[in-house]
């Protein structure tokens, strides 16, 4: 077909250009005939030419010798009785199809011709319409043939059902697990597969069966899909990669068809892995929302669910799937024989971001002062790709700012700027500053001189993108962001600082002056308060959980038409208790701030001064005040107020 589709072309040009000259002199035919293109007879014909009624009076006298009508272009040539044969005939502009002149010439006895139409050979237009014909044909050829070779073209309308899997041969994938750093007890799980792969008959001898799915499951930016390129890069099998949104299409039967010719094409190619990132997309609960579900997208689940465990068997076939929502997946997905293997891809603990940040810091020039371990220490909860933007970031600004080598600095600006943003313009010495500082030192102060949280890295009056005026930042345990283990005097403490930045403003300005800069301070309190009563079992109302972690339908937004899980009774008990834990820390923030008024001034004329202070030199001044022992950092890490 292509070999048709370029000799159509090739003919199509040829006769595109012969069209566009028999066009022109058409035209120019026609222009001649119409008298626009005369040099003699029609400039001085036009001079002569007389009304249409001085016409037919002249008929009437007898006065006309010939008339040539040409009815195509609304004239009649005409000669005088008198007329010399040297002069050239002079024209009237008559109406088109005019009896009554035709009938006055004939009772005058005139001699007439019509001349219906003065054009040229009927075939020259015949061929002119016939060749602009191919012409449209050989440019819709030409657009055909172009968009075919986009994905999706409308050539490819025969090839809607197979598969868009990208397929790489042995070890082209160009990663292995060296490349994979993090995340050990993934890669050690996963060594199997690459095991039953490179060395099947070694299991299948004694009568193990090779796993036939292995989903990874972990947070946006963890390493599943390198995962799953290190695996295929190790055991050197082919590898093919799809997206679980490619199945589904708009079209009946699309996606069950491709889900067939993926699953032919692996079988073709075993031992091989077949890759399917974001699995979710195809892989949803059936019948769930409202009205039951996406039937096409149903049906090519059930076509997965066939080819991975049906009558037919898929030897030598290993399915590797990502999501980060296992919650949304079907169960007869997750079932053995299918996904016999879930492995859990978790966020990096202290070796595993050391690790990360040697593989990404070989490209990058680092400084004698830079230590990957104080990095590491510093960022607690950070995933993989994160520590990768990070290092991306220090090394922008490091360009920008002209140094040949990342330093501390670009590390710890890189921090703030992943965190919490782009740093602004410093305020000008107005009031709005004044209160920023107060709200800032507020949360600075609880910080340190609560025993029971973490203490303060750095507090900054230099505003961010995204409406943040200043921060204060704390040095997170590690081992307790690891862990997850909160203890309620921690989360108590926690609450006082919330609270800090608006006890503060209130202790300085008063209620009147209390501005808006505490609105996501206390939706945090709110929000943490509640969790310490209805989950955490931290309250006067017993050690019971009255609120699930998720309400309602994942496909109706969770808690769309959610029921409450108590009376209401117990409801207006919540309340009260919600009330009585954040009053009590307001209480105490309020508390602290008052009786170290003299400090929390001291403090923001020096925060007001450096607009930025260090945890060791705030808690430096404050030594020089407060006589009870103060807690000192631990480990460094994120911002939070």
């Known amino acids: 077909m292509s070999k048709g589709l370029r000799a159509l072309q090739s003919w199509g040009a040829k006769l595109s250009v012969l069209a566009m000259s028999l066009a022109l002199v058409q035209s120019g035919s026609a222009l001649a005939q119409s008298g626009f293109s005369g040099w003699g007879s029609g400039q001085n014909n036009t001079a002569e030419s007389i009304s249409y009624s001085d016409f037919l009076a002249k008929i009437e006298a007898g006065n006309i010798e010939q008339v040539d009508i040409y009815e195509s272009r609304g004239i009649a040539e005409y000669t005088l009785k008198n007329q010399s044969s040297d002069e050239a005939p002079q024209q009237v502009r008559i109406f088109e199809r005019d009896p009554e002149l035709i009938e006055a010439l004939r009772q005058q006895g005139v001699n007439f011709n019509q001349v219906p139409n003065d054009g040229g050979s009927p075939w020259v237009g015949i061929l002119t319409q016939l060749l602009l014909g191919f012409i449209l044909i050989s440019l819709l050829l030409m657009f055909l043939r172009r968009s075919s070779n986009a994905p999706g073209g409308p050539g490819?309308?025969?090839?809607f059902g197979k598969s868009r899997a990208r397929f790489h041969m042995e070890a082209s994938t160009g990663v292995n697990f060296g490349d994979v750093a993090g995340i050990e007890e993934a890669k050690e799980e996963l060594q199997e597969v690459v095991t039953f792969l490179k060395q099947s008959e070694k299991f299948t001898a004694i009568g193990a069966r090779i796993p036939r799915g292995v989903l990874l499951i972990?947070?946006?930016?963890?390493?599943?899909?390198?995962?799953?390129?290190?695996?295929?890069?190790?055991?050197?099998?082919?590898?093919?990669?799809?997206?679980?949104?490619?199945?589904?299409?708009?079209?009946?039967?699309?996606?069950?068809?491709?889900?067939?010719?993926?699953?032919?094409?692996?079988?073709?190619?075993?031992?091989?892995?077949?890759?399917?990132?974001?699995?979710?997309?195809?892989?949803?609960?059936?019948?769930?929302?409202?009205?039951?579900?996406?039937?096409?997208?149903?049906?090519?689940?059930?076509?997965l669910l066939t080819e991975m465990d049906g009558f037919e068997g898929n030897t030598g076939i290993i399915v590797i799937a990502a999501t980060n929502r296992p919650d949304v997946l079907d169960t007869a997905l997750l079932r053995p024989g299918r996904f016999d293997r879930q492995v859990m891809v978790d966020l990096p603990t202290y070796k595993g971001r050391l690790g990360i940040l040697e593989v990404h810091s070989r490209d990058k020039k680092l400084g004698e002062d830079i230590s990957l371990e104080a990095i590491a220490r510093r960022t607690?909860?950070?995933?993989?790709?994160?520590?990768?933007?990070?290092?991306?970031?220090?090394?922008?600004?490091?360009?920008?700012?002209?140094?040949?080598?990342?330093?501390?600095?670009?590390?710890?600006?890189?921090?703030?700027?992943?965190?919490?943003?782009m740093s602004m313009t410093p305020l000008m010495d107005t009031k709005k500053k004044w209160l920023i500082a107060y709200h800032e030192v507020g949360h600075a102060l609880l910080m340190t001189l609560l025993k029971n949280t973490d203490p303060l890295n750095k507090v900054t009056i230099i505003p961010r993108s995204g409406g943040v005026g200043g921060f204060a930042q704390q040095v997170f345990d590690e081992e307790r962001v690891d862990s997850g283990l909160y203890s309620r005097a921690w989360l108590m403490d926690q609450i006082k600082i919330y609270l800090g930045g608006r006890a503060s403003e209130v202790e300085v300005f008063g209620d009147a002056e209390v501005t808006i800069?505490?609105?996501?301070?206390?939706?945090?309190?709110?929000?943490?308060a509640r969790e310490m009563v209805t989950r955490l079992g931290m309250s006067d109302l017993g050690h019971v959980a009255l609120e699930s972690e998720s309400n309602g339908d994942v496909f109706l937004g969770r808690d769309?038409?959610?029921?409450?899980?108590?009376?209401?009774?117990?409801?207006?008990?919540?309340?009260?208790?919600?009330?009585?834990?954040?009053?009590?820390?307001?209480?105490?923030?309020?508390?602290?701030?008052?009786?170290?008024?003299?400090?929390?001034?001291?403090?923001?004329?020096?925060?007001?001064?450096?607009?930025?202070?260090?945890?060791?030199?705030?808690?430096?001044?404050?030594?020089?005040?407060?006589?009870?022992?103060?807690?000192?950092?631990?480990?460094?890490?994120?911002?939070?107020a």
Request: with cysteine; charged share 30%.
């Open 380 to 421: 607690p909860g950070f995933s993989g790709a994160a520590l990768a933007n990070l290092l991306n970031e220090a090394a922008i600004l490091t360009a920008r700012r002209r140094k040949e080598a990342i330093t501390t600095l670009e590390i710890e600006d890189a921090i703030d700027r992943v965190t919490i943003g």
């Open 560 to 640: 769309w038409n959610s029921r409450s899980e108590y009376s209401e009774d117990m409801a207006v008990k919540v309340d009260r208790e919600i009330r009585e834990i954040v009053t009590h820390c307001y209480e105490e923030a309020r508390r602290l701030i008052r009786e170290n008024r003299d400090l929390l001034d001291k403090l923001v004329e020096v925060l007001l001064e450096k607009e930025t202070i260090d945890g060791d030199e705030f808690r430096t001044v404050v030594k020089q005040y407060y006589t009870d022992p103060i807690k000192e950092p631990v480990l460094p890490q994120l911002p939070v």
């Open 156 to 159: 490819q309308i025969l090839n």
């Open 517 to 528: 800069g505490a609105s996501s301070d206390l939706q945090a309190v709110g929000k943490l």
């Open 218 to 303: 972990g947070a946006p930016g963890t390493g599943k899909t390198l995962l799953a390129k290190a695996i295929a890069g190790e055991a050197g099998v082919p590898f093919f990669s799809i997206s679980g949104s490619e199945f589904v299409e708009m079209f009946v039967g699309v996606g069950a068809s491709r889900v067939r010719d993926l699953f032919k094409k692996a079988k073709e190619s075993a031992p091989c892995l077949v890759f399917i990132d974001e699995i979710d997309a195809v892989g949803r609960q059936r019948g769930a929302g409202i009205g039951g579900g996406n039937d096409e997208r149903e049906q090519t689940l059930n076509q």
